[in-house]
């Protein structure tokens, strides 16, 4: 995609247009390939055409899929011969079952994140490679947007299915599309996203790195998460610059699609050095897998248990519940008893908000505490009975001061963990660290501290506290982080992480 001084222009070619043409008028044009967009014909289609386009692409007389001139017209022409002559039966029998199929698939369309995930097989990707035919977009040195985008693309698309998605592209050759094309075969196959992929160019020398842009108007939420994890993935994968993860409203394609969406610009062709890249098909398959694992955590995202122990304070926990509610984000609070008594309405709070509460201690005075299993009972049993008259909540779920093997409780620590076991609690410890229990922490250090003790787990329980200053203030910024999480409170049914 042309940019010009970083903004958006007329140079877009068209992509930044409010207004481009007429909806109804895109859908007249290719209502001849109406049967090709629809449900698993579509699919089955599409994924057909690709291989065997591929396969040409690739044959020592034929192909030059990544020297410079990918899929030529003939190549195109040929393929799409070949698949309307061979394959009329078999795309009319996959149209009989899609059609047979459609009240169902309007019942479960658009599940993913919100409810119970799709399996992989039954979800739709919607690749959009910018720009072709006439349309090149920018073009540097003789390298062109539209080629870059499709090879890409195309790469893309196999290592999605290779996971086990369903996957479209707008174009798979050459050819030339409206927005409106493009916008009406993502809605029409009822795609459960779609992604956009451009080249960027400047007039500023040495621009460089990767720009992620999706429409508020569109999903807002999911589109920004996708576009968090797309930049991520694609970033980290290719040891690009991360430059932008950007709203915008005047993107056709990403405003006027019916499900979740984003553009994503994979680097600068005005930058000599990041054109060479670029124009190579090994960084093209870098990328390709960047973006193909953003896609995959944004349907399928790793868990994490956000905990905070040591509360409630009147100041710090409610800054901590504010960022909870207003990102819809339940986690789990290991309560003080003392503290509860000092400051009910909080912790009332914590549990009408929907958190998940546990017990942490009544006294943190360790050396008290751990002096032997009926002091560490009698303290537990006193903690518990407050958090109920003040909460109404009976829990099970407990922390161990400084957790469960520390150097206060060498002695007594497998006692204790038998009679509470006997009694029917569970403890939970933590394989991740703010480390904010110290002295002056400093919320860049505590951010640094969370991402990289995580160390891409799958399943992160994560120890805060929210009696801690600058993890209030931090915690924004922290959970931005994880786009590929799902955050959710501690159950009695959740596998406890463990010293």
């Not at 460089?208 to 999706?214: A, L, P």
């Amino acid at each position: 995609m042309q940019r010009a001084r970083l903004y958006i222009t007329d140079g877009y070619g068209g992509y930044g247009r409010k207004y481009y043409g007429n909806y109804r008028r895109a859908k007249r044009r290719i209502k001849l390939q109406e049967t090709i967009w629809k449900g698993r014909a579509a699919k089955c289609a599409a994924v057909f055409l690709t291989a065997m386009l591929l396969a040409t692409a690739f044959h020592d007389t034929a192909g030059r899929m990544f020297s410079g001139t990918i899929l030529p017209e003939q190549t195109a022409t040929a393929g799409a011969e070949a698949l309307e002559a061979g394959n009329a039966a078999f795309l009319e029998e996959m149209l009989a079952e899609n059609t047979a199929g459609k009240e169902e698939r309007e019942n479960t369309y658009m599940e993913g994140p919100a409810g119970i995930p799709k399996e992989r097989e039954d979800t739709l990707v919607m690749l959009d490679p910018g720009h072709g035919g006439a349309d090149e977009g920018c073009a540097r040195n003789g390298v062109q947007e539209k080629e870059v985008n499709l090879q890409i693309a195309l790469a893309t698309q196999i290592k999605l299915q290779e996971m086990g998605y369903q996957v479209l592209l707008t174009r798979a050759w050459d050819t030339g599309l409206t927005l409106e094309e493009r916008v009406l075969k993502a809605n029409e196959a009822r795609a459960d996203i779609y992604v956009s992929i451009h080249q960027n160019a400047s007039e500023v020398a040495g621009v460089e790195g990767i720009e992620v842009w999706y429409s508020a108007q569109n999903a807002g939420e999911e589109s920004a998460r996708l576009s968090e994890l797309i930049e991520k993935y694609t970033v980290e994968n290719t040891g690009a610059v991360g430059r932008e993860i950007l709203e915008e409203e005047n993107l056709y394609v990403i405003r006027e699609c019916a499900m979740p969406s984003c553009l994503v610009e994979t680097g600068f062709l005005s930058n000599a050095g990041e054109r060479g890249k670029l124009a190579d098909r090994e960084y093209q398959e870098q990328i390709a897998e960047g973006i193909a694992s953003g896609i995959d955590l944004y349907f399928h995202p790793k868990t994490m248990y956000l905990t905070f122990d040591d509360g409630p304070s009147p100041e710090n926990t409610a800054t901590v519940l504010d960022i909870l509610k207003e990102r819809n984000i339940k986690a789990t609070f290991f309560l003080v008893g003392e503290n509860v008594e000092r400051y009910p309405e909080i912790a009332r709070r914590i549990a009408a908000e929907g958190h998940a509460i546990g017990i942490h201690c009544n006294r943190h005075a360790y050396q008290e505490l751990y002096r032997s299993v009926d002091s560490y009972v009698a303290d537990f049993e006193k903690a518990r009975e407050i958090v109920r008259e003040v909460t109404g909540v009976e829990t099970k779920l407990f922390r161990f001061p400084g957790g469960s093997i520390n150097a206060y409780n060498k002695r007594v620590y497998k006692d204790i963990i038998a009679e509470m076991t006997a009694r029917g609690y569970v403890y939970y410890d933590w394989n991740a660290s703010l480390e904010d229990a110290v002295t002056n922490p400093n919320a860049d250090t505590l951010i640094q501290n969370g991402v990289s003790s995580t160390l891409g787990r799958n399943r992160v329980v994560m120890l805060a506290h929210d009696v801690v200053y600058q993890t209030g203030q931090c915690l924004d910024e922290l959970l931005d982080q994880f786009p590929e999480y799902r955050m959710e409170p501690l159950t009695g049914d959740v596998e406890p992480i463990q010293f």
